[in-house]
């Protein structure tokens, strides 16, 4: 057997930047799929080569391993329900492991030639509090960060990037590209919050305040984890290996607050709007897109789906989604948005049988999605008086799946999975106040809507759930 050529400077003719402008803190699927394809695809349209991006890597090498053999190049899948189209994308010049090399993503941010900043680390990184949105200043990494180790946390590679960037003065724009509501004043107050706990600001936040900016931003495309069939599939249809290939619909957007620093990349020319307030598009796409995501990804697994396709084929499930938007969401969204219209549209999106999202994957990490994705709403709509009952459905989906998950004897993939699986029963969950705050605990209204669908999914059968509701 004949070892496979891999894709690389020398086995493909592909342009390439000189140099990098921008930093990329979490070089996932994602990142490859949107921001990596938009800066690329911009740069081939102005001829401008100093919107290269050096990445890093935050956890694991395998990205790096994926990447630096192929000299940084990967190929982008796009399969839409009649069409696939490959391309490769070559925006990305270096590939680096953070945790490994803690110096170099310092080195990096405080470069004056990176003008940008680019994050997607998942909502875990940020290590947030859920319910407040705020750094917590006791989780043990931030801690030994403060303490002056070579930083390896995000906010602690930024605070320590910055301080290194100030004396030579030049302005940054860090942009977060996760699925965050007001993403950017929250990584603002993230790096502030971690300066001033620092204890010797020296300046850094009066000048952070003044040379450095944090646009919120909107960023929409599913990109499922790629696997091994994808890679394979590939590798028939080129005859060269790619391991950092990656698949994803055809759909894409990306709104961002016009709130830059410095220089930026011309992603105008490739469809990226900028706009003053970002707010409506992320909370629409949050509360909407991602909520009916996560709904889908627990009920599915709870009814035995392993797609996110197939969740949505489930006319029990569509109908629910559906539901929920029309009677609980869209009444707390801004007058002039059409929530039931996206929702439709997202269902249409979700039911490509070409993109294997599983259940799994977007089940991941619920503690830290639940609020940006439900109970914010779920706020808004208790203030104003309105329906919370489908929200509740979808909080009781969540408790019965990781209920379920902890009898089978299965460890979640989420942040705090031990405290999950220490809970016995759906109040033993709303009563995590990092997750639903002091106001909506087991014994606030809401919590009791959650414990009595909790108890209806676990007993009945969910053909039956409109009953519930009269
Ligand atoms: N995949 C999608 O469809 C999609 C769409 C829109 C937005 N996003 C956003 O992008 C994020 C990443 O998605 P992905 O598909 O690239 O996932 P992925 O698993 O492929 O990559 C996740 C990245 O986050 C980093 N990371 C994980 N935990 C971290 C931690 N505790 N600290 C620092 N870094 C950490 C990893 O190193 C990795 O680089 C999502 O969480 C979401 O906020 C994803
Ligand atoms: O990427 P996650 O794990 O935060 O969430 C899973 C999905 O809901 C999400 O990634 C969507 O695919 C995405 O937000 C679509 O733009």
Not at 237 to 245: E, M, P, Q, S, V
Request: aromatic residues 6%.
């Amino acid at each position: 057997m004949t070892a496979s050529t891999r894709l690389s400077d020398a086995t493909a003719t592909v342009a390439r930047p000189t140099s990098s402008g921008i930093v990329h803190l979490g070089v996932g699927a994602f990142h490859r799929a949107h921001q990596a394809a938009f800066t690329y695809e911009a740069a081939l349209l102005t001829g401008e080569t100093n919107w290269g991006i050096t990445g890093f890597t935050q956890r694991s090498n395998t990205v790096v391993e994926q990447l630096a053999p192929q000299d940084g190049l990967f190929t982008l899948v796009q399969k839409g329900t009649e069409q696939t189209t490959a391309t490769v994308v070559g925006s990305m010049l270096d590939v680096r492991n953070a945790a490994a090399d803690p110096d170099a993503v310092v080195a990096a941010i405080a470069d004056p030639a990176t003008h940008i900043v680019t994050l997607t680390v998942t909502e875990k990184g940020y290590r947030l509090d859920p319910a407040s949105g705020r750094l917590r200043l006791d989780d043990p990494e931030i801690v030994a960060d403060l303490s002056g180790r070579p930083p390896r946390t995000v906010a602690g590679q930024l605070v320590a990037g910055l301080a290194r960037r100030m004396p030579g003065d030049s302005p940054l724009t860090v942009l977060c590209c996760d699925n965050l509501p007001s993403n950017g004043r929250i990584l603002s107050e993230l790096v502030h919050a971690f300066v001033a706990a620092g204890g010797c600001d020296d300046g850094l936040a009066e000048w952070i305040t003044r040379r450095v900016t944090f646009p919120s931003s909107m960023v929409d495309r599913i990109v499922p984890a790629t696997t091994d069939d994808d890679r394979a599939d590939n590798e028939r249809r080129t005859g060269l290996r790619d391991d950092a290939l990656v698949v994803c619909e055809p759909f894409r957007q990306w709104v961002i607050e016009d709130d830059f620093a410095g220089p930026r990349p011309a992603w105008e020319r490739v469809g990226v709007q900028f706009v003053e307030d970002v707010e409506p598009w992320e909370t629409m796409k949050l509360r909407v897109l991602n909520a009916t995501h996560s709904v889908l990804a627990y009920l599915g697994i709870l009814r035995g789906h392993s797609t996110i396709a197939e969740a949505v084929g489930d006319s029990v499930l569509d109908e629910i989604c559906r539901t929920m938007v029309l009677r609980d969401v869209a009444p707390t969204m801004a007058g002039g948005m059409d929530a039931v219209g996206y929702g439709d549209e997202v269902r249409s999106r979700f039911a490509n049988p070409a993109l294997k999202h599983t259940t799994r994957q977007v089940a991941m990490d619920g503690s830290q999605k639940l609020g940006p994705r439900l109970l914010g709403t779920v706020r808004d709509a208790t203030s104003a008086g309105g329906s919370t009952d489908i929200l509740a459905l979808a909080v009781g989906a969540w408790c019965a799946f990781v209920l379920e998950e902890a009898e089978a004897g299965r460890v979640l993939d989420d942040p705090l999975s031990t405290q999950l699986a220490r809970a016995g029963s759906a109040s033993d969950l709303l009563d995590i106040d990092s997750i639903f705050g002091p106001d909506l605990g087991p014994t606030s209204a809401f919590g009791a809507q959650v414990v009595a669908w909790t108890d209806f999914l676990r007993t009945d059968s969910l053909s039956e759930w409109k009953r519930v509701l009269i």
